[in-house]
């Protein structure tokens, strides 16, 4: 279908420049500049480093899309962290490199990283890992918890969704979802109502990081 002469009757109306503001797409008929109106075109983001959150905050309804997607792809380096992980049985240390003075019958300990340690007796050497991942095998995986914060306005809130979808684009029925560490899942979120409706979301991937065998709850591992 030929649609120039719609095109150009759009331009002489609205001027020829597309204005490309959220509150004017549906007025000017350029929802195609509207980020993510569908899961096949969605907004794309990258994850390495975890723990690591995504937020949204901003509009959708009826003077823009009536929803939004974004594909979030992870590829989880797992030899650093922006937090401590504990593995079972140990606990996570704090170490300063400052010198404090700290409890009067213990003296402050200096690390030396060039040092060659060897056994002594029953004494191990330390492996110092700072800021790693746990070593749980190939089969890692990571939590994404997706939280609705609301606006406190409640005619606001009861018309907003907020979801889940598998790579398969299905939508997870739950507000947890496990993502093995290389893979991509998505976030919708969507109007009901025939207004404009504003949204503070956040998508928090990677407060846990565990093997497929200590995943308690197996229904929250995303399906294929």
Not at 22 to 40: M, V
Not at 103 to 112: A, K, T
Not at 137 to 143: D, F, Q, T
Request: hydrophobic share 35%.
């Amino acid at each position: 279908m030929d649609v120039t002469q719609e095109i150009q009757r759009n331009n002489l109306i609205y001027g020829a420049s597309d204005y490309t503001a959220p509150n004017g797409l549906a007025a000017s008929k350029s929802l195609n500049y509207a980020d993510g109106p569908s899961i096949t075109r969605p907004a794309h983001q990258e994850c390495s480093i975890i723990p690591f959150t995504f937020k949204y905050q901003s509009e959708v309804g009826l003077f823009g899309a009536e929803n939004y997607f974004a594909k979030i792809d992870l590829n989880i380096d797992n030899s650093i962290a922006s937090a401590c992980f504990e593995e079972p049985g140990w606990r996570c240390a704090e170490m300063t490199v400052e010198l404090t003075q700290g409890d009067p019958y213990y003296e402050n300990g200096v690390v030396d990283r060039d040092f060659s340690c060897v056994t002594q007796n029953t004494y191990e050497c330390p492996n110092i890992i700072e800021n790693r991942l746990p070593n749980v095998g190939r089969n890692a995986y990571v939590s994404v918890d997706l939280i609705n914060k609301k606006t406190g306005n409640q005619f606001n809130d009861d018309w907003l969704d907020v979801r889940l979808y598998t790579q398969s684009r299905e939508e997870h029925p739950y507000n947890r979802m496990w993502v093995k560490a290389k893979d991509f899942f998505y976030v919708g979120i969507h109007a009901r109502n025939t207004r404009r409706l504003s949204f503070d979301v956040a998508c928090v991937i990677g407060l846990e990081y565990a093997a497929y065998e200590s995943i308690r709850d197996k229904r929250l591992i995303m399906r294929r």
